[in-house]
Structures are given as structure tokens and as C-alpha cells.
């Protein structure tokens, strides 16, 4: 597995398009055959501040997801919502075994 956590930082005025934006690009995302796993995260006590948790098969998939039509969607709708460039950190997976990712 080749799991990414992507951290986002939005512009206030732009919390409720970002929300919208980012389950429609997860809704598709996760049909990909490359993942495992897609969520959004909202943090509780800073409501402009997003993890998206993105669990891919392959270390080649993300690639791949970048490609899709609905990731470039997100990616232009998003652009300017963003109040800083979003970070992202390469996780390895512990538990559950791979067969438990669905």
C-alpha cells in the first residue's frame, strides 16, 4: 500500500465549495481499481484546515489518479481556495494487513 496523508489550509469564504468539491472528487476517486481508500477530514477545532487520506495499491497508482478527469476537475476548482500550498507525507502501512483494505 501506498499511503498519503495531504494536508490543506482554505481561505475561510471558501470552507463550504472546498467541502463540496473534495466529496465529489472522493466520490469518483475511490471507483479508481488503484484505491483503497479515499477520506476527507475536516479538522474539529479549525474548520478551514483538511487531510485527505488517500490509500493507493501501488506506489504508481497516485500518478494515475492525477490523471483522471475528476482529480483535474478538483484540482482546478480547488486552486484558489487555498489559503497556502498543501503539504503531503508517504506512510507505510502496519496494520491492518493489506487484504484488510477492502
Same mark, same amino acid.
Given at each position: 500500500?501506498?499511503? #498519503?496523508?495531504v494536508?490543506?489550509h482554505v481561505?475561510?469564504?471558501y470552507?463550504? =465549495?472546498f467541502?463540496? =468539491?473534495?466529496i465529489?472528487?472522493?466520490?469518483h ?6 484505491? =483503497?481508500?479515499?477520506d ?9 484546515r ?5 490509500? $493507493?495499491r ?7 489518479h492525477?490523471d483522471? =478527469?475528476h $482529480?483535474n476537475?478538483?484540482a482546478?476548482a480547488?486552486?484558489? #481556495? #487555498? ?7 508517504? $506512510?507505510?502501512n ?6 484488510g483494505?477492502g
Amino acid at each position: 500500500m501506498f499511503i #498519503m496523508h495531504v494536508f490543506i489550509h482554505v481561505k475561510p469564504e471558501y470552507i463550504d =465549495a472546498f467541502r463540496e =468539491a473534495c466529496i465529489e472528487n472522493a466520490r469518483h476517486s475511490v471507483q479508481e481499481p488503484g484505491i =483503497a481508500r479515499f477520506d476527507v477530514l475536516q479538522e474539529a477545532d479549525d474548520p478551514t484546515r483538511f487531510v485527505l487520506v488517500e490509500v $493507493y495499491r501501488t506506489p504508481e497508482d497516485p500518478a494515475r489518479h492525477k490523471d483522471t =478527469a475528476h $482529480y483535474n476537475t478538483w484540482a482546478n476548482a480547488v486552486k484558489d #481556495m #487555498m489559503a497556502e500550498p498543501r503539504t503531503r507525507i508517504i $506512510y507505510q502501512n502496519i496494520f491492518p494487513a493489506e487484504a484488510g483494505w477492502g
